[in-house]
T-cell receptor, first 114, second 114 residues
Framework: GENVEQHPSTLSVQEGDSAVIKCTYS??????FPWYKQELGKRPQLIID?????GEKKDQRIAVTLNKTAKHFSLHITETQPEDSAVYFC?????????????FGIGTKLQVIP | DGGITQSPKYLFRKEGQNVTLSCEQN?????MYWYRQDPGQGLRLIYY???????QKGDIAEGYSVSREKKESFPLTVTSAQKNPTAFYLC?????????????FGPGTRLTVL
């Protein structure tokens, strides 16, 4: 089955600096890669996603890049703010039609220091 | 928030007892998922269901059972065969529409075995 590795497990940055979280996946059939943010005590929520036919996607301060050949994808957060502090999960999804199975990474705890 | 609910928020169980966690969604989603979240291990898939009356084992299905008799409901039973059931359980749902891959999560149930 699919295996998703995520690193680092913890990340501390100064407010205003950039943060980068990296993930690798094992199954070349994976075709959808979402990133979820989970604030303390709350449910995970999607912040950005990318499909396998796209190399990069941006949404304001957040961007995701995908390298299908190397089977890795990364989350980039620029101009970090204290409210960015949370646990971030990457995931890789295999599916076609209505079928989809999602495998998550272990998560990265991001701390933005004011 | 809203659209997918889980109950109860906190659940305590004695060893040897079965317990059922509720998950309900009014999003008209076909697919539903159960994940277990432990510190440092991310989200691990227990069971998933793509349509009513059909479900598949995930990566850690041993000691768990599910049913999908209605589109809106996907209850999870934690049986006495589950050796270490104390964890945070998250339910999620997703439309089968190819253009929308986002999984929507419920608020979670924290299960503690006494």
């Amino acid at each position: 089955g699919e295996n998703v590795e995520q690193h680092p497990s913890t990340l501390s940055v100064q407010e205003g600096d950039s943060a980068v979280i990296k993930c690798t996946y094992s199954d070349s059939a994976s075709n959808y890669f979402p990133w979820y943010k989970q604030e303390l005590g709350k449910r995970p929520q999607l912040i950005i996603d990318i499909r396998s036919n796209v190399g990069e996607k941006k949404d304001q301060r957040i961007a995701v890049t995908l390298n299908k050949t190397a089977k890795h994808f990364s989350l980039h957060i620029t101009e970090t703010q204290p409210e960015d502090s949370a646990v971030y999960f990457c995931a890789a999804s295999i599916g076609s039609g209505g079928y989809q199975k999602v495998t998550f990474g272990i998560g990265t705890k991001l701390q933005v220091i004011p | 928030d809203g659209g997918i609910t889980q109950s109860p928020k906190y659940l305590f169980r004695k060893e040897g007892q079965n317990v059922t966690l509720s998950c309900e969604q009014n999003l008209n989603h076909d697919a539903m998922y159960w994940y277990r979240q432990d510190p440092g291990q991310g989200l691990r898939l227990i069971y998933y269901s793509q349509i009513v009356n059909d479900f598949q084992k995930g990566d850690i299905a041993e000691g768990y059972s599910v049913s999908r008799e209605k589109k809106e409901s996907f209850p999870l039973t934690v049986t006495s065969a589950q050796k270490n059931p104390t964890a945070f359980y998250l339910c999620a749902s997703r439309t089968s529409n190819l253009n929308y891959n986002e999984q929507f999560f419920g608020p979670g149930t924290r299960l503690t075995v006494l």
